[in-house]
Every structure is written in C-alpha cells, then in structure tokens.
C-alpha cells in the first residue's frame, strides 16, 4: 500500500515537474521572440534607407500576427474605435442610406434609403445624385470619402445638395444626423395555411424583444406553425440567441456552453424564463451565411429535436469572442477566448458547421443576369428603376406587385440599345474545349464543326437570352422597385414568392406526419432529457 502512495506520489511529482518546465520554456520562447522583435525594429528604424511610419510597419505585423491565428481576432487602433463601437452595437450615425457609385455619371448616388430614418424622411429617392455636403463638393469623391462625410455625431446638422437624374433638378436637404440601426427582423408575416413566417437579421441590439413581439403577434393572426429564416444571419450576442430559443425551449434547459483555455472563459448559457410555445411546429432555414449565434439556434433547435432545419450547410463558426479587450493608447483586441459546444456536446468547427436535416441547394442565376445585377458599365437595370420609380408615385402591394409584358419589353430594348455585354459560360467552355482539341490532335479533324459552333456562340442573340431567363431578371427588377415604395420588408416579400427553400419549408409543414418523421420525435416532446435538475450545477 506505501508503495502505490509513494509510487502515485512520484507520478504526481513528475507532471508538475514537466509541466513547470513546459511553462519556463514557453516563457523563455516568448521573451526570446519579443526581444528579437524589439531589436529588429530598432534596427530598422535606425539603419533603413527611408524614414519608417511605426503605425503603418508595426500595424502590418501586428495584422500578420493575428491573422496566423483565426479569422475573428482583429485589433483597432484608437482611429478605428468608430468601427468597433459600430461592429459592436449594430449602429452608427448618419442619413440612414445606402450609396453607390455609378459607373456611367462618374458620381456617388443613393442607392436606397432605409425606412423611418433621415435620408427616407427628407425625401431622398434612388439615383438621387450627391452634388455636395455643407461646404464640401463631391462630384470628384468616391464613396467612401461621400459616406464618411454622411456620418457624423447625432444630432448635427448638414446641408446636401443632390441632382434628381428624372428631373434634371438641383434639390437642397437640410439633414440631421440620427443613430442608425438596421432593423433586427428584416419581415414576418402570415403564409397560406396558417403559417407564419419570421427573418431574422440579427443577433446584435435587442432582437429577442423583436422576436417575442413578432411571434405574439402571429399567434394572435392564427399561425399554428412557424417557418424562422435565418439565412444571411451573421449572428451576434449569445444571450439574445438563448432568449429567442426560449420562446420555445423550456425554462432550466442548457442552450451552449463555452470553453476556454482560462476558467473565466467558460460559461453555460439555459433558458431562464417559461417558454411561450413548446409544442408549435417549427422550421429553420439556413445557408453558407448563417453563423454564430445563427448556428447556435439552429444546431440547439436540431439538438433538442424542437425544429427541423433545411437548407444548405452553414459558415461554421464555433469561436466566441470578448470584443473589447483594452489595449495602451486607447486600442482595443477583439478575441477568440473560447470554442461553443451545443445541448448534444457537439462543437461547430471552422468551415464544417450545422448540416440541415434536408438539404435545399439554391437556385443557379444565370450568367446574363450576374451580370445585369452587378455595377456594370452601362448601369442599364439601376437606371431602368430609377426612371420607373420617377412614372410612379404610387404602387401595388409588394406581394402583389408585378411588371406588366409592356414593362418588361421596355427593359430589354433599354438593355439591348445600352450595348450591353457579359462573359458567356458556353465561350469559355468553348474555347478551352478547342485547347484541348488541338493539344489531343483532333481538332483539325472536326475544324469545320468547330467552326461553325464558333459563330453560333461569338453572336449570341442577346434578346432571346433575355426572354429565356425573364423570370429571374424579372424578379430581380421588381424587387428593386419595390424597396423604393416598401423598403426591406417590401423586398423580401417579392423574393419569396419563388423561394424553393421556403416551398420546401412549407411542403414539410403541412404535410400528414412529414415534421414528425424528420423530426424524430413525437411532437409533444418536453425535452426533459435536457433539462437540468439542479440549475446551479457548475460546468465541468
């Protein structure tokens, strides 16, 4: 018996003993480097040919640093503080627009105003020209230097001064600046068969006050099942996302928990109030852009077996980050201090997020309208908008609005007029297929066919493209001009009169015994597996 002690003892002994020593090395290595680095700059300062600006040379290697680490570590020196604070609350100061730069005018213009806020309130339009801000001209500005000049602190007072393209007329804002924040829940609404349907934009702010607001809302307008969209939610605050799976989770049940290489960067997250609604019928749907605390519903929803989630895989982003670590010279370090674990012990790791339960790949665009969408030379669709806006003081509900064949023919002659031109998919393809034809031998062989091929795709019909891909274009066009009349929200609902993921959805709810097969589990199902008996059990 002595000697197992003795034995055990030594063991013991021997671990401190090495890591004591793991600890002196690490030491050791850190010192060593930080020396060299010291010297090294010394070195350059003193001996390089040309004068060395230290925020530039030592930010470079303070950038480099952290980007050998995780993509979510990032340092703000004392001029970027704005940016953090913004990062960090979702707001900042300004007209509450969105600008652009036009490619033809050579001009910044606004792209689209947010609803409720300044730029909307004064009477701002889309293709409104920026001529100048206060004193300052800005017809030679790109758009950063425009936007930067936009904000401000709340509360102070500008003069704009924009050329309205429809009229040829030179208009002038008196603005007050206002803390701007996007909207938590981009729409919610009912669909047919008594769903309701939620988008969720954001974790950062307040949204589970929104949500709860929204969901209470759509129970009173009888949805009896719920569709969550959280695709393109980037995510935000760990404590908002347990209060919206609250709604419904029970009280006790224990949503994420976090762990770290220091104690204090462990924690564990439960629900803490009763739950709304435990029993409704709930779909999640996801994409390549849902992270964070996004992945973090849907992965606890998928766990807990309370909603069925569909879509596509999404970011994965099992990393959790303290945003505001003080640094001299009123710097700060956002940094990853621990990885999140779900109610089943599952991590998210980088690039390997949350699988849905039914995988829904989004539709392909084609190539004609990538191109028509994107800032293009011609500008042709963003001037189209603009002019059927300016015709338009009054339009259609969003749900109900659509182009007329009229509408869509004066597109396409304004689009072939324009000179437009894009990359074709089949030339590419065709050109390399010639490479390797004649790299193999047989091109001379089929020269005439190539040939002939050749003409076919070098003068492709520009106007039937546009007619063979009219609903997509179509749509696209429409849900430009409905955000001029109904903002966000207006857009959205546009979108989803041809959103697969979203029939799918659908399909699953309102079909005998579909939720419950993919779910699992009956639907009435308490989750008491989860719940802990004891809520002040500590984390282990």
Known sequence: MKKRVLLSLCV????????????????????????IFNALYKNLDMMYVDTLDANKVIGVGIQAMLQSLDPYTEYYPEEKQKELKQMLTGKYAGIGALVRYHQKLKRVVIEEPYEGMPASE?????????????????????????????????????????????????????????????????????????IGYISLNTFTGEPAKAMRRAFLDLKKQGAEKLVLDLRGNGGGSLSECVD????????????????????????????????????????????????????ITSGALQDLKRGVIIGTKTYGKGLVQIPNVELPYNANLKLTTSRYYLPSGRGIKMKEGITPDVVIKPDTMANVTLYLDRLDSTEVMFDYVVDYISKHPTLAPAADFHLTDADYEDFKQRVIKAGFTYDQVSKKQFDELIRTAKFEGYYEDAKEEFEALKQKIDHHDLGRDLDAHRQEIQQMIEQDIVSAYYFQAGQMQVGLRTDKTLREAERILTTDGEYEKLLGTAQNATNEQFVDKNPATSVK
């Open 122 to 194: 004064v009477g701002l339009k889309k293709g409104d020209v920026i001529l100048q801000i206060d004193d300052t001209i800005m017809t030679d500005k790109n758009v950063s230097y425009v936007s930067s000049h936009l904000r401000g602190e709340p509360g102070t007072t500008f003069m704009l001064k924009i050329l309205r393209p429809t009229t040829g007329k030179k208009m002038n804002f008196k603005i007050t600046r206002r803390s701007i924040k996007m909207p938590e829940i981009t729409y919610y609404g009912m669909r047919p068969n008594n």
């Open 244 to 295: 919206i799976l609250n709604m419904w989770i029970p009280k006790g049940v224990r949503i994420v928990e976090t762990k770290g290489k220091l104690k204090r960067a462990g924690s564990e997250y439960k629900t803490r109030l009763e739950p709304i609604d435990t029993v409704m019928p709930l779909v999640v749907l996801v994409n390549g852009e849902t992270a964070s605390a996004s992945e």
């Open 12 to 35: 013991c002994l021997s671990t401190l003993t090495l890591c004591a020593q793991d600890t002196k090395n690490h030491n050791l290595e850190v010192a060593k480097n930080l020396d």
